[in-house]
């Protein structure tokens, strides 16, 4: 079956814009994750959706950041005003259940740039 | 709060030898620790986990690892290693909350002929 699908693949910007980034998580899972890549910091937890409750959003690095999931499957991670310290690569993740011993499943990422 | 060290930032092996990539952990409670690998340009691919069920865990492509609670260790090892093996390897710890995963610098595993 498909895989965690995540869109654009690469995105550069310009500082201060806005941009979207999309995440499809595998059929059937009902938590959704996001974790951010970067060089300096290694791979960092950004938020956490499970079915319809409200999500864990203490990993967003600051106010500019924001996540939603609509009708429990698809997620859209939107970054306002970019810095450059927003470059990274953003990865996807979902699991059928938020349990312990329930793996992760991985998108390819976003790999985002801003000029 | 629940921890992993990986040591060694890059690791270097010659094909047919074995593989050998270190792991510790830091943990208040039993962890649930995972391996995953990364190759470029791709997402992480689960190569195994450990939940408590045994301190021996097999994984895909040939890859265990070991529960050690006297260590707190969890190293991932492969008796003989393939060009294809070369990737990043990550190890990681579920959370307390149960579900963000916690995740090591990660080891660059260089393979050479």
């Known amino acids: 079956g498909a895989g965690v699908s995540q869109s654009p693949s690469n995105k550069v910007t310009e500082k201060g814009k806005d941009v979207e980034l999309r995440c499809d998580p595998i059929?059937?899972?009902?938590?959704l994750y996001w974790y951010r890549q970067s060089l300096g910091q290694g791979l960092e937890f950004l938020i956490y959706f499970q079915g319809n409750s409200a999500p864990d959003k203490s990993g967003l690095p600051s106010d500019r950041f924001s996540a939603e999931r609509t009708g429990g499957s698809v997620s859209t991670l939107t970054i306002q005003r970019t810095q450059q310290e927003d470059s990274a690569v953003y990865l996807c993740?979902?699991?059928?259940?938020?349990?312990?011993?329930?793996?992760?499943?991985f998108g390819d990422g976003t790999r985002l740039s801003i000029l | 709060a629940q921890s992993v060290t990986q040591l060694g930032s890059h690791v270097s092996v010659s094909e047919g030898a074995l593989v050998l990539l270190r792991c510790n952990y830091s943990?208040?409670?039993?962890?649930?620790l995972f391996w995953y690998v990364q190759y470029p340009n791709q997402g992480l691919q689960l190569l195994l986990k450990y939940t408590s069920a045994a301190t021996l865990v097999k994984g895909i492509n040939g890859f265990e690892a070991e529960f050690k609670k006297s260590e707190t260790s969890f190293h991932l090892t492969k008796p003989s290693a393939h060009m294809s093996d070369a990737a990043e390897y990550f190890c990681a710890v579920s959370d307390s909350k149960g579900y963000a995963l916690n995740f090591g610098k990660g080891t660059s595993l260089l393979v050479t002929p």
């Open positions: 059929s059937g899972h009902t938590a």
């Open positions: 943990s208040s409670v039993p962890p649930y």
């Open positions: 993740a979902s699991s059928l259940a938020a349990r312990f011993d329930q793996p992760q499943h």
